[in-house]
């Protein structure tokens, strides 16, 4: 008896909705078209080239003239915001950031994410984070990245110090990473940007997540809520009764 009303309590538990810090999971899975009208994005900034989606993903056109940038709003948060997201490119001319953190639908933006010409001239580009939209302000990745291929790229913000990080391919936070200096104050970013600017180079993003934890945003799956960690606790006891 007391074993069936035990079990009644696991699954009363493991039924009760358990959420985790995944505050965004954007896989771009709308017909093809404008991006901005679907999944809560939102232009605040451009009045042409507007950013599209092909087969499942958000197409950046870098270039001249009037072009789309939108955000995506996911909430308040506490702590360290992780954002992550696919990205393949095939040029890159001209420094410019794509994706960034902020406050939504206004131009204050924190932890902007570049695509450049390798420094190193180990590779056809790299990526690099920065705190501010400054030239040479960016930290590079460390090694060149190929043109063509699709890298997972993680960039966090700290709510409380405003500390920035880049992560490219790495599963745990305890991967390699480079560090941006802290140049501006502190924001209670709520949103998630891709930005279309200078330069010819395109990019193509995909499974875009944010969170308040690392491993949710780089695999866009959110972590066990407590109660179902305690549910399967009281199943481990019921199995060693």
Known sequence: MKNFVLALAVVALIATPSYGSLLMNEPFTYANGNLVGNGGWTNHSGTGSFIQVNAGVAQLAQGGGSREDAHRVFGSAQGTLYSAFDVTVDNANEAVY???LMIGATTTFRSRVWVMPDPQGAGDFTLAISD???LGSQVPWGSGLDFGTTYRVVHSYNLSSGATSMWIDQATEAGTSVAAAI???????DAFALRQAGGTSTQAIDNACVATSYNEAYNCIPEPGTALLLGLGIVGLIRRR
């Open 98 to 100: 794509f994706a960034h």
């Open 132 to 134: 501010t939209s400054t």
């Open 183 to 189: 140049t501006s104050t502190v924001e209670a970013v």
